[in-house]
């Protein structure tokens, strides 16, 4: 069974920085492209950035340059710091794999929180 526990949230003024985490458990990590969402109040959900099994990474446009994904094959782990945020940047955060097969689509976890203030 998959499971995907999200943590590292809160609330941040504009320009700070936060870590979020996703461990993973089950066998959705070990040889998936992991990848990082976000869902604003009123928008659907965005890929914010993803992680090969092999550590390429691409990003979303807003967040290029500001985001680092990154992973721990042997924890099965997940990461994303987040650096120079801005206002809208406030979402809740999921990980996944990506991209999202219909299976998958049913793997998502409760989020974490991050709220970032003006």
């Known amino acids: 069974q998959v499971q995907l526990v999200e943590s590292g949230g809160g609330l941040v003024q504009t320009g700070g920085s936060l870590r979020l985490s996703c461990a993973a458990s089950g066998s959705i990590f070990s040889v998936n492209t992991m990848g990082w969402y976000r869902q604003a109040p009123g928008k659907q959900r965005e890929l914010v950035a993803y992680?090969?099994?092999?550590?390429?990474?691409v990003y979303a446009d807003s967040v290029k340059g500001r985001f680092t994904i990154s992973r721990d094959n042997a924890k099965n782990t997940v990461d994303l710091q987040m650096n120079r945020l801005k206002p809208e940047d406030t979402a809740v955060y999921y990980c996944?794999?990506?991209?999202?097969?219909?299976?998958?689509?049913?793997?998502w976890g409760q989020g974490t929180q991050v709220t970032v203030s003006s």
């Open positions: 996944n794999k990506f991209p999202l097969s219909l299976i998958a689509r049913g793997y």
């Open positions: 992680i090969t099994n092999g550590g390429s990474t």
